[in-house]
């Protein structure tokens, strides 16, 4: 497969953006070598600068769940830019995508709207300590919520520990009142909680681990922690910014029955352009300024093409029949793939949440973050590059979800299937 222009335009880009991507999951430094440029993106399929097509699973990272240039969403778009991109002032779109959220998401009474996840997660726990009083929060090995420096800690060693900086550029300092406890491990909390009673702010977690491949909670661990935290007067903040109408329209709050305190959104409520926001009981967010006193503010929040976006992507999912369509289409990848790694005697454990899919290259059941590291990098790496061979694009990854579309059809699926069992199929003699 020719990728000469791909090549070319990443050596130029190298030249003016660090390591010429502008997020570095883009690099494909963890499978080592060159990104794809994409020129376009339509349906089920990506379209790079050398001109090969790709049956896409990554989706922009999970928010096109009807696909790339839906015709409903390019109309809206070119009907708002049209009057304007931005103006600096309210708009009745704001209120009605808001509207939306809040009826669609349980634990949603109000929201505001941001511009990224990770300005609806730093902002949500902003909130939480207003609203608390209490400087420390608990975050989980392995869940990201954006690149806030308190929150890009790791854990240290112990069940939990004080946050050690996991990036340059953090001051140890900015973690030291970040907590870090593993996933699936309730006892942890209770743990931790007992340790620093009367400290802890919020407890931030994605309900379903969608940065180390795919984790869904086991059975009654979102119950349990929404007890521990209802006891010790500790907000829970769910990161939906993947699962939120991606798994269920209501979000993985609605799929697995558990209300948090407070919910923090993005990618699908943009319709694929950039948003975010959070949201939660009034009581606490009416702690947000203007009407309390803990600040937040943005100038492009809720601009109208993001919104645009929004309003007519959640319009379409709310249609019957749409989430009972994504899980048969991710249930008919899910089970085409697990039947390829078991005719080739590939060890591998393949986890699914609705429409969000994983396979990992390891023999362990993955619960959490360690688990997810016993996966083979180098299998999986050998597996990405025969798959984008076949014309086949995941995540260059193996800690990156996978996502399927409305727009996927049982052609691109079976194509899948194939070219994943030709490759496993070498992986078995590798």
């Known amino acids: 497969m020719q990728s000469s222009r791909s090549l070319s335009a990443w050596n130029k880009s190298q030249q003016y953006i660090p390591g010429g991507v502008n997020s570095p999951v883009r690099n494909f430094s963890k499978v080592e070598g060159?990104?794809?440029?994409?020129?376009?993106?339509?349906?089920?399929?990506?379209?790079?600068?050398?001109?090969?097509?790709?049956?896409?699973?990554?989706?922009?990272?999970?928010?096109?769940?009807?696909?790339?240039?839906?015709?409903?969403?390019?109309?809206?778009?070119?009907?708002?830019?049209?009057?304007?991109?931005?103006?600096?002032?309210?708009?009745?779109?704001?209120?009605?995508?808001?509207?939306?959220?809040?009826?669609?998401?349980?634990?949603?009474?109000?929201?505001?709207?941001?511009?990224?996840?990770?300005?609806?997660?730093?902002?949500?726990?902003?909130?939480?300590?207003?609203?608390?009083?209490?400087?420390?929060?608990?975050?989980?090995?392995?869940?990201?919520?954006?690149?806030?420096?308190?929150?890009?800690?790791?854990?240290g060693s112990g069940v939990a520990t004080f946050g050690l900086s996991d990036s340059g550029g953090v001051p140890e300092d900015f973690a030291r009142n970040t907590l870090t406890i593993p996933f699936n491990d309730p006892k942890a909390l209770r743990t931790t909680?007992?340790?620093?009673?009367?400290?802890?702010?919020?407890?931030?977690?994605?309900?379903?681990?969608?940065?180390?491949?795919?984790?869904?909670?086991?059975?009654?661990?979102l119950n349990e922690i929404r007890e521990i935290t209802e006891e010790n007067g500790i907000v829970l903040i769910f990161d939906e910014v993947i699962t939120g109408?991606?798994?269920?329209?209501?979000?993985?709050?609605?799929?697995?029955?558990?209300?948090?305190?407070?919910?923090?959104l993005g990618k699908i409520i943009g319709g694929g352009l950039p948003v975010g926001a959070y949201g939660?009981?009034?009581e606490i967010m009416k702690y947000v300024a203007p009407e309390g006193d803990v600040y937040q503010a943005g100038t492009l929040s809720g601009n109208p093409l993001a919104v645009t976006a929004g309003i007519t992507t959640l319009n379409n999912l709310a249609e019957q029949g749409v989430y009972e369509k994504l899980?048969?289409?991710?249930?008919?990848?899910?089970?085409?793939?697990?039947?390829?790694?078991?005719?080739?005697?590939?060890?591998a454990w393949h986890s699914r949440v609705g429409s969000m899919l994983m396979l990992y290259f390891t023999p362990e059941t993955v619960t959490n973050a360690d688990g997810a590291r016993t996966a083979?990098?180098?299998?999986?790496?050998?597996?990405?590059?025969?798959?984008?061979?076949?014309?086949?694009?995941?995540?260059?990854?193996?800690?990156?979800?996978?996502?399927?579309?409305?727009?996927?059809?049982?052609?691109?699926?079976?194509?899948?299937?194939?070219?994943?069992?030709?490759?496993?199929?070498?992986?078995?003699?590798?």
């Open 34 to 155: 060159h990104p794809r440029f994409i020129d376009r993106g339509q349906g089920s399929k990506i379209y790079d600068i050398d001109g090969n097509e790709y049956i896409d699973y990554v989706a922009s990272w999970g928010p096109l769940v009807l696909g790339h240039a839906h015709p409903d969403v390019v109309t809206a778009i070119s009907a708002a830019a049209s009057r304007g991109t931005s103006f600096g002032a309210p708009t009745t779109l704001e209120t009605e995508l808001a509207e939306i959220v809040v009826n669609a998401v349980p634990s949603i009474e109000k929201v505001r709207l941001v511009n990224s996840g990770t300005e609806a997660t730093m902002s949500a726990i902003r909130v939480a300590r207003g609203y608390t009083g209490r400087d420390k929060i608990v975050k989980i090995d392995g869940c990201y919520h954006g690149h806030v420096d308190y929150l890009l800690a790791k854990a």
């Open 193 to 221: 909680v007992e340790a620093n009673q009367d400290e802890i702010a919020c407890l931030i977690l994605e309900p379903i681990m969608g940065n180390m491949g795919i984790i869904p909670p086991h059975d009654g661990y």
């Open 245 to 264: 109408f991606r798994v269920a329209y209501g979000g993985a709050q609605t799929y697995f029955d558990v209300i948090p305190d407070m919910t923090c």
């Open 280 to 282: 939660g009981k009034h």
């Open 327 to 347: 899980e048969e289409k991710a249930s008919a990848l899910a089970e085409g793939l697990a039947a390829a790694t078991k005719k080739h005697n590939i060890d």
């Open 376 to 430: 083979d990098t180098d299998r999986f790496r050998q597996y990405f590059w025969g798959l984008l061979e076949n014309g086949i694009y995941i995540a260059p990854s193996q800690f990156e979800a996978g996502f399927v579309s409305l727009v996927h059809t049982d052609e691109d699926i079976n194509a899948t299937v194939n070219a994943a069992s030709e490759v496993l199929s070498k992986l078995q003699n590798s």
